[in-house]
């Protein structure tokens, strides 16, 4: 199949304020938050259908990104292997768009060269020898390019961008057939194309697509960075900035020819590579395949076999009705009963790859959820998640700056084919139906269950939260309210809080519900969803950047009845980046799909709330906790509480409607309106 990019191109340049507290290990940095953007500013408006490297699409749910300093990390030299991947066959290569990163700091302007060299020209320990050049003197790259077109300039304020989709100057690029790799070259620029001094702002960064390390953090024995593709553990990187990668017998953490290894997996090292992706042409031939039958609504259909050392076993469902929000349709995928670690790969039927996932299921099984969520995962594994609908077949990316990719809100109808690969060494899977095992065999289960044959819902499952407790561990909150520590969130996810409120939101109680996020990390926009113990969604707001979107009840907003509430942090870009169920305040389901692809960007949830005491101890009309309501007894409780001397059964003081003054005119209104019945 072939992809094809307009080539017209604008840009729009996003970017935050402040400086973000750092955290910084050698010459590499981490905690910088990582947006990603269209380059072809709205004109691509396809789905790429071949990605045959990439080196970042990851990273921003791993959060596996790496950026080198300001001073010395504005020019890389990285090694692009097409194997393993569907590039590492075909014969055709030609490259239509590229994906690559930059970085800055200060927000001064600057632009980025790349250059792709084929691999004859360039040697690591020098090209003709150490100390010399790692690029053939005499080489002719097979292409230069120079970003954003137009003389375009970024501008950023300790943000990393990856800059995606974008077509090539001078058009696509077809690669010699003897060619399975090629090397890239990344120079950060001044506005005159001038190579940018160590003291100027912008740099790029590394990433890790797989997600997978190894105990010893020796670079014999890194695990590939890349998926699909290969890089690696060697890069350039032009420390003195004078343009030339001096080469060097072998990588180290100093001098020019470098590696990059990090305990940030824990016990794990990972590897690290220049966070970039290639976009082209790719050859779609199905492959064969078992045909999986559906078992009964809400019920899982399993089909087991027995896969080699890594091995891969192909299946092929088909939808009659979509798994869709709209019609309350969802399909799960699970490899539970396996006794192989494995992983799984969803394609549609031209060989596009939808989703992928490893480790889900918790204990090396995997999960895969489209349509309306969100049910609840029972296997008792550590670290399973919940089927939360959140895979979807998505067609466009919106305009810069949102970049959200949209399309179906789940799967449509249809026949998809389904991969289930080895994965204790790192299943890769790639546009074009290309699925590479890696490990040790063993038993292996598809499991499907589905809802298309007659829409019944199974119940829906509360998310796992965070609970938000008072400024003194008041729990229910009181107030000022509570607040939850800022925490930051990667793609695809949520952050989930919940709080117990013990009083009614009403006329004179207002409750405020907020996101909030620090300057220096705020995203691009962000939003605020609170939904009640049945998944109802109560209310919800967005906004963008700097914002604080609050959804407010009581006051002159509506009430909201005492009791626990769940509330969940998106990032939220255009307003529409977060899909809701189609009857949300009524059959809401707690279902939430993100949609946003960004990383590192921080937020905090807060609870406002007037109250000084619980609800427990206000507007009682069994003032004195014996049981019969509204009694003389309660009646001489309650004065003999406003004259000090509060009974052991009775609230701790006589501040009867919890409005912070105690004994006053208005707690003897509010004691003898609820004695008759009426409202606090």
């Given at each position: 199949?072939?992809?094809?990019?307009?080539?017209?191109?604008?840009?729009?340049?996003?970017?935050?304020?402040?400086?973000?507290?750092?955290?910084?290990?050698?010459?590499?940095?981490?905690?910088?938050?990582?947006?990603?953007?269209?380059?072809?500013?709205?004109?691509?408006?396809?789905?790429?259908?071949?990605?045959?490297?990439?080196?970042?699409?990851?990273?921003?749910?791993?959060?596996?990104?790496?950026?080198?300093?300001?001073?010395?990390?504005?020019?890389?030299?990285?090694?692009?292997?097409?194997?393993?991947?569907?590039?590492?066959?075909?014969?055709?290569?030609?490259?239509?768009?590229?994906?690559?990163?930059?970085?800055?700091?200060?927000?001064?302007?600057?632009?980025?060269?790349?250059?792709?060299?084929?691999?004859?020209?360039?040697?690591?320990?020098?090209?003709?020898?150490?100390?010399?050049?790692?690029?053939?003197?005499?080489?002719?790259?097979?292409?230069?390019?120079?970003?954003?077109?137009?003389?375009?300039?970024?501008?950023?304020?300790?943000?990393?961008?990856?800059?995606?989709?974008?077509?090539?100057?001078?058009?696509?690029?077809?690669?010699?057939?003897?060619?399975?790799?090629?090397?890239?070259?990344?120079?950060?620029?001044?506005?005159?194309?001038?190579?940018?001094?160590?003291?100027?702002?912008?740099?790029?960064?590394?990433?890790?697509?797989?997600?997978?390390?190894?105990?010893?953090?020796?670079?014999?024995?890194?695990?590939?960075?890349?998926?699909?593709?290969?890089?690696?553990?060697?890069?350039?990187?032009?420390?003195?900035?004078?343009?030339?990668?001096?080469?060097?017998?072998?990588?180290?953490?100093?001098?020019?020819?470098?590696?990059?290894?990090?305990?940030?997996?824990?016990?794990?090292?990972?590897?690290?590579?220049?966070?970039?992706?290639?976009?082209?042409?790719?050859?779609?031939?199905?492959?064969?395949?078992?045909?999986?039958?559906?078992?009964?609504?809400?019920?899982?259909?399993?089909?087991?076999?027995?896969?080699?050392?890594?091995?891969?076993?192909?299946?092929?469902?088909?939808?009659?009705?979509?798994?869709?929000?709209?019609?309350?349709?969802?399909?799960?995928?699970?490899?539970?009963?396996?006794?192989?670690?494995?992983?799984?790969?969803?394609?549609?039927?031209?060989?596009?790859?939808?989703?992928?996932?490893?480790?889900?299921?918790?204990?090396?099984?995997?999960?895969?959820?489209?349509?309306?969520?969100?049910?609840?995962?029972?296997?008792?594994?550590?670290?399973?998640?919940?089927?939360?609908?959140?895979?979807?077949?998505?067609?466009?990316?919106?305009?810069?700056?949102?970049?959200?990719?949209?399309?179906?809100?789940?799967?449509?109808?249809?026949?998809?084919?389904?991969?289930?690969?080895?994965?204790?060494?790192?299943?890769?899977?790639?546009?074009?139906?290309?699925?590479?095992?890696?490990?040790?065999?063993?038993?292996?289960?598809?499991?499907?269950?589905?809802?298309?044959?007659?829409?019944?819902?199974?119940?829906?499952?509360?998310?796992?939260?965070?609970?938000?407790?008072?400024?003194?561990?008041?729990?229910?909150?009181?107030?000022?309210?509570?607040?939850?520590?800022?925490?930051?969130?990667?793609?695809?996810?949520?952050?989930?809080?919940?709080?117990?409120?013990?009083?009614?939101?009403?006329?004179?109680?207002?409750?405020?519900?907020?996101?909030?996020?620090?300057?220096?990390?705020?995203?691009?926009?962000?939003?605020?969803?609170?939904?009640?113990?049945?998944?109802?969604?109560?209310?919800?707001?967005?906004?963008?950047?700097?914002?604080?979107?609050?959804?407010?009840?009581?006051?002159?907003?509506?009430?909201?009845?005492?009791?626990?509430?769940?509330?969940?942090?998106?990032?939220?870009?255009?307003?529409?980046?977060?899909?809701?169920?189609?009857?949300?305040?009524?059959?809401?389901?707690?279902?939430?799909?993100?949609?946003?692809?960004d990383g590192g960007y921080t937020m905090s949830a807060s609870v406002m709330v007037p109250w000084t005491?619980?609800?427990?101890?206000?507007?009682?009309?069994?003032?004195?906790?014996?049981?019969?309501?509204?009694?003389?007894?309660?009646?001489?409780?309650?004065?003999?509480?406003?004259?000090?001397?509060?009974?052991?059964?009775?609230?701790?003081?006589?501040?009867?409607?919890?409005?912070?003054?105690?004994?006053?005119?208005?707690?003897?209104?509010?004691?003898?309106?609820?004695?008759?019945?009426?409202?606090?």
């Amino acid at each position: 199949m072939r992809t094809r990019f307009c080539a017209a191109l604008t840009f729009a340049i996003v970017a935050g304020a402040g400086a973000p507290a750092l955290a910084q290990q050698g010459d590499t940095l981490t905690g910088i938050p990582v947006h990603v953007i269209d380059g072809s500013g709205g004109g691509y408006n396809q789905r790429a259908a071949g990605v045959p490297f990439d080196l970042w699409t990851n990273a921003n749910t791993s959060g596996l990104f790496r950026f080198l300093a300001q001073a010395n990390g504005k020019h890389v030299l990285e090694d692009l292997s097409f194997a393993p991947g569907p590039w590492g066959s075909q014969t055709s290569r030609v490259i239509d768009a590229i994906d690559f990163c930059v970085w800055g700091a200060t927000g001064a302007p600057f632009r980025i060269r790349l250059t792709i060299w084929n691999p004859a020209d360039v040697n690591w320990a020098g090209f003709t020898g150490a100390g010399t050049s790692m690029i053939n003197a005499a080489g002719v790259p097979l292409r230069v390019m120079e970003f954003p077109p137009n003389n375009g300039t970024f501008s950023y304020f300790n943000e990393g961008f990856i800059i995606a989709n974008n077509p090539l100057p001078g058009g696509p690029l077809s690669l010699p057939a003897s060619l399975t790799g090629v090397y890239l070259e990344a120079q950060i620029i001044d506005t005159s194309g001038n190579p940018m001094p160590g003291t100027g702002d912008g740099a790029v960064f590394l990433g890790n697509n797989s997600g997978r390390g190894e105990p010893t953090g020796l670079p014999a024995n890194y695990v590939d960075p890349a998926a699909p593709g290969n890089s690696t553990p060697d890069y350039g990187r032009d420390i003195d900035n004078n343009g030339i990668f001096t080469g060097a017998p072998a990588a180290a953490t100093s001098g020019e020819r470098r590696y990059t290894i990090a305990q940030d997996v824990p016990p794990n090292y990972v590897t690290y590579g220049y966070s970039c992706a290639l976009r082209g042409d790719i050859v779609a031939n199905p492959p064969s395949c078992t045909s999986f039958t559906l078992g009964a609504s809400n019920t899982f259909a399993s089909m087991s076999t027995t896969l080699a050392n890594n091995g891969v076993a192909w299946y092929c469902v088909t939808l009659p009705t979509g798994a869709l929000d709209s019609n309350l349709r969802y399909i799960d995928f699970d490899t539970y009963g396996s006794g192989a670690d494995v992983a799984i790969g969803l394609f549609t039927s031209a060989g596009i790859k939808i989703a992928v996932d490893d480790e889900s299921g918790g204990a090396g099984q995997a999960l895969l959820s489209a349509g309306i969520g969100r049910r609840a995962n029972t296997s008792g594994n550590a670290g399973a998640l919940d089927y939360q609908g959140w895979n979807f077949l998505y067609t466009t990316f919106v305009a810069a700056p949102t970049e959200a990719p949209f399309g179906f809100a789940g799967l449509p109808a249809g026949t998809y084919y389904v991969a289930v690969a080895t994965a204790a060494g790192g299943a890769v899977f790639g546009d074009g139906f290309f699925a590479s095992g890696s490990g040790t065999g063993g038993s292996a289960t598809l499991r499907v269950r589905t809802n298309v044959s007659n829409g019944a819902l199974l119940p829906s499952d509360a998310p796992a939260a965070t609970r938000i407790v008072g400024v003194s561990s008041e729990d229910p909150i009181v107030a000022p309210g509570g607040v939850s520590a800022e925490s930051a969130l990667y793609s695809p996810n949520l952050q989930w809080y919940d709080v117990q409120l013990c009083h009614d939101a009403d006329a004179g109680n207002a409750v405020s519900f907020q996101v909030s996020s620090s300057p220096a990390t705020e995203p691009p926009g962000k939003s605020i969803y609170v939904f009640d113990t049945s998944g109802n969604l109560k209310g919800s707001a967005t906004g963008g950047r700097p914002s604080t979107p609050s959804v407010n009840f009581g006051g002159s907003d509506p009430s909201l009845p005492a009791g626990r509430y769940y509330i969940a942090l998106a990032f939220n870009y255009s307003g529409s980046d977060v899909d809701v169920a189609p009857l949300a305040s009524t059959n809401g389901r707690f279902h939430l799909r993100p949609r946003v692809n960004d990383g590192g960007y921080t937020m905090s949830a807060s609870v406002m709330v007037p109250w000084t005491g619980c609800a427990t101890f206000c507007c009682l009309s069994d003032y004195n906790g014996d049981g019969d309501v509204g009694t003389d007894a309660d009646i001489e409780a309650f004065f003999a509480c406003l004259g000090g001397n509060c009974c052991a059964t009775c609230p701790p003081d006589a501040d009867f409607n919890c409005d912070g003054d105690v004994g006053t005119d208005a707690d003897i209104e509010s004691f003898f309106r609820v004695l008759a019945g009426s409202a606090c």
